[in-house]
């Protein structure tokens, strides 16, 4: 099936450590994006890719970067991870399809849960 | 900028009650609606979503939300619930716009708790 993958699922980091969490689809989806979930809160867009075009959001802290290498994985770098960094992290996908309005559907992964000791 | 409200953060309803879970929204141009559900520990799922036409819209899992544009509102219901069903359950919207943005905007969420 078509999916959506991130690993791992669960990442344990120490305070100051970099990380990087994957993401990687076969929906062949030309959209990539990374949100932040804290508990109980909604998802908070931090960046996308559309093909090889990085779009950061405004809010974004410097501490999050993103890379892109090829139309089917996506990673997210932590370069130095905080305690309130300690969240679950969703790769979502969609297909964008010129400039041409469309309610293009997101598709998410199962998220990683990034906990910071 | 648009908005998203969900009135009730927690909503316990018994296993094969109905239910109803509000939605409103605020923004200064047309926007596309969304529900996705979220189990424990799990990514998002998209529920259904409205684009145009009719305002009805069924989705999956037996939920169906009408968008009221008077009200601003896309109520999600489901006419009997399943203890399977107990998730968080988050609306959100997209501006209809051919911009680079299309980001989308999600509510809070609701908890949903369905109860033997």
């Known amino acids: 099936d078509a999916m959506v993958i991130q690993n791992p699922r669960y990442q344990v980091t120490q305070f100051g450590k970099p990380v990087t969490l994957s993401c990687s689809q076969t929906?062949?989806?030309?959209?990539m994006y990374w949100y932040q979930q804290k508990s109980s809160q909604a998802p908070k867009l931090l960046f996308h890719y559309y093909d090889k075009d990085f779009n950061n959001e405004a809010d974004t802290p410097d501490n999050f970067q993103s890379r892109r290498p090829n139309t089917s994985f996506c990673f997210l770098d932590i370069r130095s991870p905080g305690l309130g960094d300690a969240a679950m992290y969703l790769c979502?996908?969609?297909?964008?399809?010129?400039?041409?309005?469309?309610?293009?559907?997101?598709?998410f992964g199962p998220g990683t849960r990034l906990t910071v000791l | 900028a648009q908005s998203v409200t969900q009135l009730d953060s927690q909503v316990p309803v018994f296993e094969e009650a109905p239910v109803e879970l509000r939605c409103n929204y605020s923004s200064s141009v047309s926007v596309y609606l969304f529900w996705y559900v979220q189990y424990p520990n799990q990514g998002l799922q998209l529920l259904l979503k409205?684009?145009?036409?009719?305002?009805l819209v069924k989705g999956i899992n037996g939920f169906e939300a009408e968008f009221n544009k008077s009200q601003t509102s896309f109520h999600l219901r489901k006419p009997s619930v399943h203890i399977s069903d107990t998730a968080e359950y988050f609306c959100?919207?997209?501006?209809?716009?051919?911009?680079?943005?299309?980001?989308?905007?999600f509510g809070s969420g609701t908890q949903l708790t369905v109860l033997p």
């Open positions: 959100a919207v997209r501006i209809v716009s051919s911009g680079s943005a299309r980001q989308l905007t």
């Open positions: 929906l062949n989806h030309n959209v």
């Open positions: 979502a996908t969609t297909h964008r399809r010129g400039d041409r309005a469309r309610g293009d559907t997101q598709y």
């Open positions: 409205y684009l145009s036409g009719s305002t």
